[in-house]
């Protein structure tokens, strides 16, 4: 158990341009969440997945953004004609419930850190 | 509409002095608390957590109160290590509800400084 990847930890793009980050979640990890942190704020959730389901988006997500997590295991997150607000951190996180009681601890990773010129 | 505050941006203490990092919140919904550790480039680090059904919970060195009647939960690190210096978040979660999801709301941050 390596915890949670991601990749990049570093994208540079111009305006306009699709980026997409991939995040490999701790192996046994049911439920896996994208947040995003910009500088001087705590992160904020973006969407949310059970298995493969996408259950929940934030009004965050605009519709140049979109998430995938097929088969259960690895996401996506692509970014589609990036806007130089949408410079930030993009985090993703994984966690674990068998009985969906809730009071989860989520682990994240170290993040992709998203420049557009 | 911050529904966790940290509203202390920075703390700077001695090594081996008490640091307290406080955390106000809004929702009454909230039943379960945690607080995370970041550094520079890295994601946040779990540190510690609190059910609404408890008002203290202890792991080593570091302690979270929390008061449901004044919304105001806190962070005690004893003794402050300069390893400890970096940005503590609050965060805080309702409780699941379903095929809904499990969100943290996040504070701001309050950067710890531990001074050797």
């Known amino acids: 158990d390596t915890g949670v990847s991601q990749d990049p930890r570093h994208k540079i793009t111009k305006r306009g341009q699709n980026v997409t980050f991939r995040c490999d979640p701790i192996s046994e990890h049911n439920r896996l969440y994208w947040y995003r942190q910009t500088l001087g704020q705590g992160p904020e959730f973006l969407t949310y997945?059970?298995?493969?389901?996408?259950?929940?988006k934030s009004r965050l997500l605009s519709d140049r953004f979109s998430a995938e997590r097929p088969k259960g295991s690895f996401s996506t997150l692509e970014i589609q004609r990036t806007e130089q607000g949408d410079s930030a951190m993009y985090l993703c996180?994984?966690?674990?419930?068998?009985?969906?009681?809730?009071?989860?601890?989520?682990?994240f990773g170290s993040g992709t850190q998203l420049s557009v010129l | 509409d911050q529904q966790v505050k940290q509203n202390s941006p920075s703390l700077s203490v001695q090594e081996g002095r008490i640091s307290i990092l406080n955390c106000d919140y809004t929702?009454?919904?909230?039943?379960?608390f945690l607080w995370y550790k970041k550094y520079p480039a890295e994601g946040p680090t779990f540190l510690i957590s609190?059910?609404?059904?408890?008002d203290k919970n202890e792991d080593g060195r570091f302690t979270v109160f929390l008061n449901k009647s004044a919304k105001h939960l806190s962070l005690h690190i004893v003794p402050s290590q300069p390893g400890d210096s970096a940005v503590y978040f609050c965060a805080a979660s309702a409780p699941y509800s379903g095929a809904g999801s499990y969100q943290l709301t996040f504070g701001k941050g309050t950067k710890l400084s531990v001074i050797p």
């Open positions: 929702n009454s919904m909230f039943d379960y």
């Open positions: 997945f059970q298995n493969e389901a996408q259950l929940e």
């Open positions: 609190i059910s609404s059904i408890k």
């Open positions: 996180a994984s966690s674990y419930t068998g009985t969906g009681e809730g009071n989860e601890k989520l682990f």
